[in-house]
């Protein structure tokens, strides 16, 4: 299926000639408005994993401050992306800092 548009250059007219390369509808789909299943497993990366088992040397080498606080101290604000890889790397780092400091 072919198209014609006609675009204004200044005072002349060009057409151009469009190919249409979808079936009619395809761009609304249902199946592209599903939102994603739990099946996906969400994995740390290597950099994050060595990151969560830094959290065990920095709960012990700083007793009076909470995960919060280390979090800032070590690393910044942004360690912690909102994605949920995000939430699961700081979900494992808390874990491990807290099961650190009940020993």
């Known amino acids: 299926m072919s198209c014609v548009y006609g675009q204004h250059t200044g005072s002349a007219i060009v057409k151009i ?3 249409i390369l979808h079936p009619p509808g395809w761009w609304y789909t249902s199946a592209m408005e ?3 299943t739990e099946e996906h497993n969400i994995e740390l ?4 994993a ?3 088992g830094q959290f065990n040397d920095y709960a012990f ?3 009076g401050k ?3 606080e280390v979090v800032l101290k070590e690393f ?3 360690l912690f992306p909102v994605t949920p890889q995000g939430s699961l790397f700081e979900k494992e780092c808390r874990e491990l800092f807290d099961r ?3 020993t």
Request: aromatic residues 4%.
């Open 66 to 68: 909470t995960f919060e």
């Open 50 to 52: 060595e990151i969560v």
């Open 76 to 78: 910044g604000p942004d």
């Open 100 to 102: 650190e400091r009940e």
């Open 34 to 36: 599903t939102k994603p």
């Open 61 to 63: 080498e700083n007793p």
């Open 17 to 19: 000639n469009a190919v």
């Open 45 to 48: 990366t290597d950099a994050q």
